[in-house]
């Protein structure tokens, strides 16, 4: 459905779902702007909806991606602020493409929601010069999950991508890129509201020059600009007949990075650059009450409702980082940044102001992390320690938000505009083992925590909108003084031969608040994957299984409940019958089990399953593409 469902399989990640397209990934106990996710090392569409209804995740096709770089942790400075991770999704280069014409045409159908997709590429690349196109539209039905019960998760979606590259010699390269991309009638099970539309645009360019000198082996420059425009209506709630209720916001990013590569020698890389990241925020919601204390109002009230305020976040930052091979067997790296950040707000709502003593002054800081790391290996097995010390900067909505529904719980949240950056100190270890027909492996994690940044109930604080409901209170951001993370992920597969193999892994997250004595929130469960593999010539299956604990560790004082756990099984096959085209299948969760993640959010919309979003339920697919 969109870039999310690419981190299933993907040990330590779990997905946090709103509805079937507004979800995105969430790695050990970090997520949102935890986590530092971008496209092709930098470009980034950040969300305009403070609900996440458009993650960064929505706004790329999915085929484009080539693959997905995880960097898990604090160990490198060079891609912005780095606190919980970095995801850097990494598009389909040109190395792979044949001179003149050549693209490909794909197309998928799946029976639970009868949803369709479809999608091309055309490429022409010449020695100098080279031109990509790539459309995609998708439209998804409302699916039944392992009950029989109807989701409301319908969408569709009309995306294209623009992207052109210019070699002025052999050393240097220059590509241009234009995207957008265009939600329509996007329902959100877990949400309070639906999008009628969400639309995004980017532009972005890329520069490389290779061999500058004798010891400066590259200089790079990136630079983007993203726009997001998105509305939010209840039109098709039950509370519409009430109140109408119209949110339309926008999000504009851009940024960019320098990078110098220098090799002083055969044994060592220096990277040394800057990057930047502006954001800014702004739109309201507009109510029309039309009944107030059960009584029909003689006319209309209309009200408006800052939400963002009209806010932004500026992020400077200087990095240097270096690797150095001080033998035939290892290597040690050692990084460090520094943020320079700016905060303000320049419309602020009276009670926002009210409550801050009349005045938000803007807000400054210098925010510096680093990481070291030793890496060993012997004949095939790699053994590395690393330890980093990642700080991240409060986003625009935990620090000014106003008393607006953003999360899986029906209390208001509002922003604190003092609070102080969260700082992740992460140690870890892993090994890595390949023998002949086996490979298998170890991570083990631990993360002390400080200021970590959370939203607690503040009895000072009373609900501003229909105060009659419950809950009374309000949430608000603050810092927690200790929190602490740990787990490990494990894997283990065997080669039985080059076409046959069976693949494991299992991977858990522990967290908690120290301060509160608490569970930290959303975080997943135990989970593993079983899966056999069979690829050979022009054919291939797939049997994949994955198994989710009960999650137990629950954290009562974000009004979490207890999730039960849950198996499915998926098979898939494929078949080339000539060169050009592949034709493949599947049958999703076989046994049409009923279930649903920890991590995602209340069912808004009616009173089936408790409240909670199921997830789909057995589902056949067909995919078929074809290369020219």
């Known amino acids: 459905r969109n870039v999310s469902d690419l981190f299933k399989d993907i040990p330590g990640f779990g997905i946090q779902k709103r509805g079937a397209y507004a979800s995105e990934p ?44 995880v960097v898990k942790g604090p160990f490198t400075v060079r891609y912005g602020q780095n606190f919980g991770g970095i995801v850097n999704l990494v ?123 004798n010891t400066i082996s590259s200089i790079m420059f990136k630079g983007f600009y993203s726009n997001v425009d998105h509305l939010m209506s209840n039109a098709d709630r039950p509370n519409f007949m009430m109140v109408e209720a119209e949110s339309n916001v926008f999000a504009t990013t851009w940024g960019g990075k320098t990078e110098i590569t220098i090799n002083p020698n055969d044994f060592s890389s220096i990277f040394l650059g800057a990057d930047a990241n502006i954001i800014g925020r702004e739109g309201d919601r507009v109510r029309t009450i039309k009944i107030m204390n059960g009584n029909m109002l003689p006319e209309p009230i209309v009200k408006v409702d800052k939400i963002w305020q009209d806010s932004e976040l500026n992020d400077i930052g200087l990095f ?83 008393h607006f529904t953003i999360n899986s719980d029906p209390y208001e949240y509002v922003g604190n505009p003092y609070l102080k950056p969260e700082a992740n100190n992460q140690f870890e270890v892993s090994i890595n ?79 908690q608040n120290k301060d509160l004595d608490d569970p930290l929130p959303q975080i997943v469960p135990l989970t593993g994957h079983l899966s056999l593999n069979y690829d050979k010539n022009n054919y291939w299956f797939n049997i994949k299984s994955r198994l989710v604990a009960q999650q137990d560790r629950i954290a009562v004082s974000f009004g979490e409940t207890t999730t039960p756990g849950f198996a499915t099984f998926d098979l898939s096959a494929g078949f080339k019958p000539f060169k050009s085209l592949s034709i493949g299948g599947a049958v999703l969760n076989i046994f049409d089990t009923a279930y649903y993640e920890h991590l995602n959010f209340s069912y808004r919309n009616s009173d089936v399953n408790s409240g909670r979003i199921y997830e789909p339920g057995r589902n056949f697919t067909l995919y078929i593409n074809y290369n020219f």
């Open 433 to 511: 083992q390949h023998f002949e027909k086996i490979e298998l492996g170890a991570t083990i994690f631990y993360s002390f925590l400080t200021d970590y940044i959370t939203a607690v109930v503040d009895e000072s604080l009373p609900r501003k909108f229909m105060p009659q409901l419950e809950p009374k209170f309000a949430k608000r951001f603050v810092n927690i003084d200790n929190a602490i993370q740990t787990g490990f992920e494990l894997y283990f597969n065997y080669h039985f031969s080059e076409e046959f193999s069976f693949l494991s892994d299992l991977a858990y997250t522990y967290g």
């Open 320 to 402: 240097a980082e270096g690797k150095l091979r001080t033998s035939e067997r290892s290597i040690f790296s050692a990084g460090l940044r520094a943020d320079f950040i700016s905060t303000a707000i320049h419309d602020p709502a009276q009670d926002f102001l009210d409550l801050y003593g009349g005045e938000i002054k803007d807000q400054n800081e210098v925010n510096v992390s680093g990481n070291v790391s030793y890496l060993y290996t012997i004949d095939q097995t790699k053994l590395q320690f690393s330890f980093g010390h990642g700080v991240r900067t409060a986003s625009i909505v935990e620090r000014y938000i106003n």
């Open 91 to 213: 598009s389909k280069n040109m190395d792979s493409k044949k001179m003149g014409v050549n693209g490909n045409l794909e197309t998928g159908y799946e029976t639970n929601g009868n949803n369709f997709t479809g999608r091309g590429a055309v490429v022409y690349k010449k020695e100098k010069f080279d031109l990509e196109l790539n459309g995609s539209y998708r439209n998804y039905g409302d699916y039944t999950d392992g009950n029989g019960d109807e989701v409301p998760s319908s969408f569709n979606s009309t995306d294209y991508s623009v992207k052109l590259g210019v070699n002025p010699s052999e050393a240097q390269r220059l590509r241009l890129t234009w995207r957008q991309s265009f939600g329509r009638d996007i329902k959100h099970a877990g949400l309070p509201m639906d999008s009628p539309y969400d639309n995004s645009y980017l532009i972005g360019f890329d520069y490389k020059i290779k061999e500058v000198s």
């Open 26 to 69: 969430v790695f050990r106990a970090f997520k949102y702007e935890q986590l530092n996710v971008q496209y092709d090392g930098g470009m980034k569409i950040l969300n305009a909806c403070p609900n996440r209804m458009d993650p960064i995740t929505t706004h790329v096709i999915p085929e484009e991606i080539d693959r997905i770089e």
